[in-house]
């Protein structure tokens, strides 16, 4: 029997425009700006979908899900990860941990830290000692340091058994 482990990486960025709720990894975070996309523009599940994805060999999230699918207009990106979790399974593939960073000059994310790691390890079926999130500002620079985006980078590790 042996133990297969693979990485998969995955990055997404929105716009943040005016009258959009900002929801960061499935948790609604106040400010003044939301961010901008089809679907609802998950920005961190979206990253996270496509590192799961990468590690896996099954493609990305526009392969699976194109935007030019209306069945995919304003879908709740957690339904999106819940199909790419179910896809995992049936590959034999679990995921072992994540780590995260999430690009924004504004708002704070500290504070929220804790409790998107928390539904990320919900959504993933991983405990929340698993599931890494980090925050970095831009140094004001580039459309993330400029509050125009914000930007996420994932990795994500995941094993098979196989016999
Ligand atoms: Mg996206």
Do not use: W
């Given at each position: 029997?042996?133990?297969?482990?693979?990485?998969?990486?995955?990055?997404?960025?929105?716009?943040?425009?005016?009258?959009?709720?900002?929801?960061?990894?499935?948790?609604?975070?106040?400010?003044?700006?939301?961010?901008?996309?089809?679907?609802?523009?998950?920005?961190?599940?979206?990253?996270?979908?496509?590192?799961?994805?990468?590690?896996?060999?099954?493609?990305?999230?526009?392969?699976?899900?194109?935007?030019?699918?209306?069945?995919?207009?304003?879908?709740?990106?957690?339904?999106?990860l819940?199909?790419?979790?179910?896809?995992?399974?049936?590959?034999?593939?679990?995921?072992?941990?994540?780590?995260i960073?999430?690009?924004?000059?504004?708002?704070?994310?500290?504070?929220?830290?804790?409790?998107?790691?928390?539904?990320?390890?919900?959504?993933?079926?991983?405990?929340?000692?698993?599931?890494?999130?980090?925050?970095?500002t831009?140094?004001?620079?580039?459309?993330?340091?400029?509050?125009?985006?914000?930007?996420?980078?994932?990795?994500?590790?995941?094993?098979?058994?196989?016999?």
């Amino acid at each position: 029997m042996t133990e297969v482990y693979r990485t998969g990486i995955g990055y997404d960025i929105h716009r943040l425009v005016e009258n959009r709720p900002l929801i960061i990894g499935g948790i609604r975070i106040e400010h003044d700006k939301g961010l901008l996309g089809h679907s609802d523009a998950y920005v961190v599940l979206h990253a996270v979908t496509d590192a799961l994805l990468g590690a896996a060999g099954l493609g990305d999230i526009g392969d699976l899900f194109p935007d030019t699918d209306p069945a995919y207009k304003d879908i709740d990106s957690r339904i999106l990860l819940t199909k790419v979790m179910e896809k995992l399974a049936a590959a034999n593939y679990t995921p072992t941990n994540l780590d995260i960073i999430i690009h924004a000059e504004v708002p704070k994310m500290s504070p929220h830290k804790k409790i998107i790691a928390a539904s990320i390890a919900e959504l993933t079926g991983l405990p929340t000692t698993h599931v890494s999130v980090k925050a970095k500002t831009n140094e004001g620079v580039g459309p993330v340091g400029q509050a125009q985006a914000i930007a996420c980078t994932a990795v994500v590790m995941i094993q098979t058994t196989t016999t």
